[in-house]
């Protein structure tokens, strides 16, 4: 398959960790890892390497698996730059209009 590729992870008792992939380039990006464990295995049984964390905001259910993923991948986290403080091992302070690149495709904040 080429292309952009989603996959959904249920993670705790009501929450979603996503993760998105470019083909092309085999980039991997996470989206709001609550927790570790399950990203990191459904990114293994792909075949993937995660090389971003896109955080949306600092809440427990958002960021507890950021520390982690980082050790396991050494990916860099993108976060508000109002929030990056908060977010473990933050690396990349982003803001409205701003963009992500993930391999070819580009994510605009709002």
């Not at 980039?27 to 949306?56: F, Y």
């Not at 520390?67 to 803001?95: F, K």
């Amino acid at each position: 398959m080429s292309g952009l590729e989603i996959r959904q992870i249920p993670v705790l008792n009501d929450n979603y960790v996503y993760l998105i992939h470019d083909s092309e380039s085999g980039k991997t990006a996470c989206v709001d890892p609550a927790v570790a464990a399950p990203v990191v295995d459904a990114a293994q049984s792909a075949g993937w390497r995660i090389s971003h964390i896109l955080v949306t905001h600092p809440h427990f259910d958002h960021i507890g698996g950021i520390g982690e993923i980082v050790a396991a991948y050494g990916a860099e986290v993108y976060a508000s730059t109002d929030d990056l403080a908060h977010i473990p091992q933050g690396t990349h302070g982003v803001g409205q209009g701003d963009t992500v690149q993930l391999g070819a495709y580009e994510a605009k904040v709002l």
